[in-house]
């Protein structure tokens, strides 16, 4: 709640020469990611956690769509707009068979979920490379089409970069903890457990 709240009330603007999108994307995630993996407490808690809701969950990311829509009325600019948009969409849709997949077992599953996985994190890393070097008065800007992707800094549309990127990015870290494990052969299978 104070992290929903702290969006609310914060400009999501530049500090220095390096966005404060990119820290509100980054710190929370590096938080997340340190819990889930060093802590006993984290691994605890994601160990008890089915893995269907949490694929489930990025069935929401067809709302991604609105920054085509933002595009179309001449607020967000290319390349940042076409990709994080249908990247979301993609996203949403491929999460509906992971998941069915994840809630039935089927065979297989935990390799669809995770390519899956890789699909929908893969799409992040390309919206906030397209979304940090779409920003105005930057000095690595790369994209230069207005009026870049200074919408991502006001109210509503900072929730996004501040709060869901990070949210669905530690869901994705959870679930690469999760399913990488359940990969990897047997060490029985392979005659060398003593």
Do not use: C, K
């Not at 929401?60 to 940042?80: E, I, K, N, V």
């Not at 994190?121 to 994209?143: E, K, N, W, Y």
């Not at 990969?183 to 060398?192: N, Q």
């Amino acid at each position: 709640m104070l992290w929903f709240a702290f969006t609310w009330t914060t400009r999501v603007r530049g500090i220095g020469p390096v966005p404060g999108a990119l820290f509100a994307i980054a710190v929370p995630v590096l938080a997340g990611t340190l819990w889930l993996t060093l802590s006993i407490a984290g691994r605890r808690a994601l160990a008890g956690v089915d893995v269907t809701p949490l694929v489930a969950l990025h069935v929401t990311r067809w709302a991604g769509g609105m920054f085509l829509l933002l595009h179309a009325q001449g607020r967000l600019s290319d390349p940042f707009a076409f990709y994080a948009g249908w990247g979301d969409i993609l996203a949403a849709v491929t999460a509906v068979p992971a998941a069915v997949a994840a809630y039935r077992r089927s065979p297989g599953w935990p390799v669809w979920v995770l390519a899956w996985n890789v699909i929908g994190f893969g799409d992040f890393l390309l919206a906030i490379f397209f979304g940090v070097t779409s920003q105005p008065d930057l000095p690595f800007r790369l994209f230069f089409e207005p009026p870049g992707a200074a919408v991502l800094t006001e109210v509503p549309w900072r929730f996004i970069p501040a709060f869901y990127v990070p949210l669905f990015l530690i869901i994705h870290v959870a679930l690469f903890v999760r399913l990488v494990p359940m990969l990897r052969p047997s060490r029985e299978l392979l005659g060398t457990s003593h």
